[in-house]
């Protein structure tokens, strides 16, 4: 399996704040350090152009992304301080998020580092989501002819709201968000497939109930491609989770959406999402899973061929 990563993955942010941008590449180290890729299965995007961010976000937005034109308002809503290396960083990792699709497409499965922005509007960002990764590789695969359907298997902590309103309406795109339902964002946007968990949810919960609807999100998208937003907030301990999923559920769900998604011969492109451990170490130890689980799947895959 192929996974994108770039260094501009991680910018600088002021101290003290609590996004983990330091996971990014923790978790690259993490996977090389293991065996789980080699430095020839990683590969570079170049930052996306204008054009193509606007096939999902309003000039307006662009614009003032492009100027230093965010209000203060705007950027608290954000919850990142505005900078040329955010910009840069938001272009990349969503490049990030395409090229994995592209790359999904071509060989079954593959992931970007990064990615799964999924607070992004149209016309704003939110919850530390600037662009949003996987509207913009729908849009674009959508205009080159390479898929007509996607289906959007959004496993973070908080509800893929962005991405929710951006496709509303759109029967070409089947949204699925399982979540914790008294959770950010306050105000939820209607998923196609909304599974609202309650606060403290362990792994038997979870699982049962991703067993259940996952294989309906299948059934009804008819997806030619899977986009699968892996956040680790739903871990136990974790600083704005909720949730209660032991480091055993994680992996549980990882390979359950891994075998299942695969199982239909869905090309499925990985992101990461969030995750807020005590230690940006433990979240990109977390983030590895979803890479092992791949992996495992890939390996029983080829072992069991003729």
């Known amino acids: 399996m192929k996974a994108v990563y770039h260094e501009g993955y991680q910018s600088a942010l002021p101290v003290g704040h609590p996004f983990p941008m330091s996971k990014y590449p923790l978790l ?12 020839a299965q990683i590969v570079e995007p170049e930052a996306l152009d204008l054009a193509t961010l606007s096939l999902v976000h309003s000039p307006e ?33 969503c490049a990030g998020t395409l090229l994995a699709a592209r790359l999904a497409l071509a060989d079954g499965m593959a992931a ?48 893929g709201n962005g991405t929710a309103a951006i496709f509303a309406g759109d029967d070409r795109v089947f949204t699925f968000s399982m979540h914790c339902e008294r959770n950010y964002p306050l105000r939820k946007m209607r998923s196609c497939l909304d599974v ?8 038997a919960e979870y699982l049962t109930e991703l067993a259940l ?17 892996a956040g680790v907030d739903v871990a136990a301990g974790d600083r704005f989770g909720k949730l209660e999923l032991s480091d055993d559920g994680v992996r549980a ?22 995750g807020y451990a005590p230690t940006r170490e433990r979240t990109a130890r ?3 899973e979803v890479f092992r689980a791949a992996l495992e799947y890939e390996h029983h895959q080829s072992s069991s061929r003729p």
Request: with cysteine.
């Open 213 to 229: 609807h996952l294989p309906l999100a299948l059934d009804y998208a008819h997806a030619d491609i899977a986009f699968y937003l």
């Open 286 to 288: 977390l983030h590895a």
């Open 28 to 39: 690259r180290a993490i996977l090389l350090a293991e065996g789980l890729l080699g430095e």
């Open 61 to 93: 937005y662009l614009q003032k992304l492009a100027s230093n034109g965010l209000s203060s308002q705007e950027q608290r809503l954000l919850g990142l301080p505005w900078s040329d290396a955010l910009w840069w960083r938001s272009r990349l990792t």
């Open 112 to 159: 970007n580092l990064a990615g799964g922005t999924h607070h992004a509007f149209e016309d704003h960002g939110e919850g530390f989501c600037v662009i949003n990764d996987i509207a913009v590789a729908v849009r674009k695969l959508q205009a080159e002819g390479l898929i007509e359907r996607a289906l959007v298997v959004d496993l973070d902590v908080h509800q």
């Open 253 to 274: 769900r990882d390979a359950y959406v891994v075998e299942t998604v695969r199982s239909r011969s869905v090309p499925l492109a990985i992101v990461l999402g969030g």
């Open 196 to 203: 609202a968990l309650p606060s403290g949810a362990r792994d």
